[in-house]
């Protein structure tokens, strides 16, 4: 089975965003802000008729609003300029070829997304939690790198031993946690990658029958997957073939500034491919 990975984020699309706007007169130049943009998406919402390119603008300037320094190159947005006259994994090869060199990439391996997760568990816990330890951080700073096991004891140790108590078990717990962090190579991710994976689809009847959001009629089937470093979530509408999969780091989001988890924390579409792709 071939699998490829698309990111939920990526600049890349932005390159194809604007080049659509433009060929409907709306022009995002490299220096517009989002702020800069406000009074457009006020009067383009408002408006009645709007051309497909004006429409695509004003989901384009709402996206923009989650993270407003940075450009909002998301996959729902670049999915509504395929023509969907092929699989989507080959229009995005399509789209991709048209990059010029140091543009980037729309299609991603195995291979490229295992660095990319030991890479995000380096730059956002690894090296920050090491330097909060040797610096002597408080137990409010260490525990933002806790995982919801981690944190549940920590009521009670403070409760029955007092703060001095729960500090110690924080510095203990980082301390171990920051052993296991400083073992995760692009090999463990990419072994990670094989069981999770294998975990799902060596079991394809354990998907869960439900609904597409509480109270709706939409049915459909749905499962999750954890492993040491990732989670993979699965879910097919009833009338549908295709597995909707999503694939993220087991830990992080909360280390990352409010306002830019859509960014800087990798989220990955899994996609069948009829061929592999390096």
Known sequence: MNLVFVKRYNPAYDIFLTSYLREGGIIVSAGKTWQRTLHKLRILSEKENKTPHEELYVSYL????????????????????????????????????RLLPGEGKLIFSKKDIAKELSDFYRNYMTKPLESDLARGADSDALS???????????????????????????????????????????????????????????????????????????????????????????????????????????????????GFQQVQFPEYYVKRAETAYK
């Open 62 to 97: 709402r996206s923009w609003t989650y993270h407003p320094e940075t450009r909002p190159g998301m996959y729902h947005l670049i999915q509504r300029l395929l023509p969907h006259k092929k699989t989507e994994v080959e229009e995005l090869k399509d789209l991709e070829s």
């Open 144 to 258: 933002r790198y806790f995982n919801i096991k981690e944190l549940e004891p920590r009521p009670k140790v403070r409760r029955e031993s007092g703060p001095e108590r729960m500090y110690e078990e924080d510095k203990k717990t980082a301390t171990e946690l920051l052993t296991w962090l400083t073992k995760i190579t692009v090999e463990s991710v990419l072994k990670d990658l094989d069981d999770i994976f294998e975990a799902h689809f060596d079991a394809p009847e354990h998907m869960r029958d439900g609904r597409l959001i509480p109270g709706s009629d939409v049915k459909v089937k749905r499962c999750e997957h954890w492993s040491e470093y990732l989670w993979l979530t699965c879910q097919r509408e009833l009338d549908e073939a295709e597995v909707f999969m999503t694939l993220r780091p087991t830990r992080g989001m909360g280390l990352i500034e409010p």
